[in-house]
């Protein structure tokens, strides 16, 4: 590789890794106990935990939930309820003031299919969880947020492929993986550095790319209902507005009877972004680990409960469900979350004694021009 070529390579390297390596330091520190928010969860007494009763005590029917959630939180209405396969007989109750309020000023608890009871989830309302949560994904910051968190995983990933660049002419010069213990702690720094980002390239590449996706995910969203969702409820563009919806008891039979060998991940309710005006929105997934993140929408008339449409998955909403369970090692239990703590914990190594490098070299500089 020619000198001016290795120069601009450099130049490439040591800049997005500069720009980003503050905001990327945040996302690994932050990052690292999410890998475990669940056992995390239990260990703070964040996560609901339901009465004991007999096995097979029959669960109340969705519209009496539905009753029992807005009676929990009086003056709001329901925007989602979700299915959690590790807590069977718990339904997971969103609501708030409005169908349509964001995300962040809706309120979350879980509700016991079984009796109605409300259960606080101080982890998804403000919780230690939560703010960790929150930092990582927008840093209290929104749309604005994820997007410069986005920009940031992009310059990791050219910081990571032009690290890999000057990475092969340097290792012709020595065995691969040395580390030169007998030259100055400079030197050290730089091959430990270098080692270890080659170790952890394919990791870093994974979780970069998919934190890009997911950083960009109310843009994905934004695109989907603009797309998939405006043409299936296009017939309804004209319609009057809803005065009166069907009660819910039955949505999960008519969304399974719709959705063969699909089960429900959660309901969207009229109004809300993953629904419209008219209608109820049933989300199935697949049976397996790898399906299950891969979301098919029902959509149900909410006055009639005739089903309208069953929608198919655009590529980049495959893409961003994919990509926030990979992006926190989510697919292989425990080894795999093992793993990626490792992983990110060798990831911080890199960054701050990239720092350490950038900042001795500019010492050097210094006191040779003095």
Known sequence: ??????????????????????????????????I??????????????????????????LQRLVIEAERHRPGEVMQYFGFDEDEPDGVVAITAATAGTEPNASHTFMLDARTG?????????????????RLHVDMFAGLPGKLLLAFMGVLFVLAIVSGTVLYAPFMRRLPFAAVRTDKSSRLRWLDLHNLIGIVTL??????????????????????????????????????????????????LDIAEQAAPG??????????????????????????????????????????????????????????????QPLHFGDYGGRPMQVLWAVLDVLTIVVLISGLYLWWGKQRRTREARA
């Open 1 to 34: 590789m020619k000198s001016h070529t290795i120069r601009r390579w450099s130049a490439i390297h040591t800049w997005s890794s500069l720009v980003c390596t503050l905001f990327l330091l945040l996302l690994a520190v932050t990052g690292l106990p999410l």
């Open 36 to 61: 475990f928010h669940h056992e995390l969860e239990h260990l703070l007494g964040d996560a609901p935990t339901l009465r004991e009763m007999p096995p097979g005590t029959a669960h109340l029917d």
């Open 117 to 133: 009871e409300a259960l606080a989830m101080p982890a998804a309302n403000g919780g230690i969880m939560m703010v960790l949560l």
């Open 202 to 251: 394919t990791w870093a590449l994974v979780v970069g790319v998919t934190g890009v996706i997911s950083a960009l995910s109310d843009l994905v969203i934004a695109a989907w209902r603009n797309d998939t969702l405006a043409a299936m409820v296009a017939p309804y563009r004209d319609a009057p507005a809803l005065t009166e919806r069907a009660p819910a008891t039955r949505l």
């Open 262 to 323: 699909m089960r429900a991940d959660f309901i969207a309710f009229p109004g809300t972004r993953f629904s419209s005006e008219h209608h109820y929105a049933v989300f199935m997934k697949g049976a397996s680990h790898l399906t299950s993140h891969l979301l098919t929408p029902v959509l149900i008339d909410a006055r009639t409960l005739q089903v309208t449409a069953v929608g198919e998955r655009p590529w980049y909403m495959d893409a961003m469900g994919l990509s």
